[in-house]
């Protein structure tokens, strides 16, 4: 098997302005269902994750049927899979309102509802919706694969960067408005990089030693704070809390009585 290296595509504006005003637009149709799921911090719900084909939304949920939207790029069309069945509607030439139509006849026979909004967002110069942007379009191969290549690295330099942080963050993915990659850089100080030798029988792939190093190592250096390593903080002494012989923390209040999930006192 062939080594593939990580090499930056060459990136003419100029090529690809026309696929990526297509991409942009019709990503958006699917991207419309993420303002339905649950707010994330950072607008993390709103990501499509770069995938080895393309972009996929999270996965969606209503009422009677749970659904999955993927923008299968390299091979020129949009997969719709749910517990319902799955249908693929292709993206190889007419305008973002056939897609639109095209599209939404798909999802209802999967019984799922078409999106609640048809605006097109952060588009300067663009029809306001869907429907009213008829201008034919023809897809291009070789374009989208170099839109994908792109992602893809940077995708992988930013995850490689960002997952030896502690603490929650948002994954990285696309935003499908503004179309970039989306990453949550921690706050400086507040989330140190666990070293390696700190984890008991594991072993974690840091940015120097993933295959996307110099990405990553390339986005560390604008990064405002960063630490090869900590000292974890040394843990409060255990204490033992007026009315009850266990031992805990300072923090815990003794003698209270379990809660249930709908708030009663057991």
Not at 12 to 24: F, I, K, R, S, T
Not at 203 to 226: E, F, G, K, M
Request: contains cysteine; aromatic residues 8%; charged residues 20%.
């Amino acid at each position: 098997m062939s080594e593939r290296t990580h090499a930056w595509p060459t990136l003419d504006h100029d090529e690809l302005a026309p696929m990526v005003g297509y991409v942009n637009r019709v990503v958006q149709v699917a991207g419309k269902y993420t303002l339905d799921a649950p707010f994330e911090v950072g607008w993390g719900n709103t990501v499509l994750d770069v995938t080895p084909r393309g972009l996929r939304t999270p996965t969606f949920r209503q009422p009677g049927v749970a659904f999955t939207v993927h923008y299968r790029l390299l091979d020129g069309d949009v997969v719709i899979e749910a517990d319902t069945g799955s249908r693929t509607v292709p993206l190889a030439k007419g305008s973002v309102a056939s897609f639109f139509e095209e599209f939404c006849d798909a999802v209802a026979e999967l019984s799922v509802d078409r999106p609640r909004t048809t605006l097109v967002c952060e588009i300067p110069d663009c029809a306001p919706t869907f429907q009213g942007d008829r201008t034919e379009r023809t897809w291009d191969p070789r374009a989208a694969r170099l839109m994908w290549e792109a992602w893809n690295i940077a995708a992988g330099g930013l995850e490689a960067w960002q997952a030896p942080f502690r603490g929650n963050h948002p994954r990285v993915g696309v935003m499908w408005g503004g179309f970039d990659l989306s990453v949550r850089p921690p706050k400086p100080g507040s989330m140190p990089l666990v070293s390696a030798a700190q984890v008991s029988g594991m072993t974690i792939v840091t940015p120097d030693t993933s295959p996307y190093a110099s990405t990553a190592t390339s986005l560390r250096r604008h990064s405002t704070r960063v630490k090869s390593s900590f000292t974890p903080p040394t843990p409060p002494r255990a204490i033992t809390c007026p009315g009850t012989s266990q031992r805990s923390g300072p923090r815990e209040a003794p003698n209270v009585p379990p809660v249930t999930t709908n708030g009663d006192r057991l």
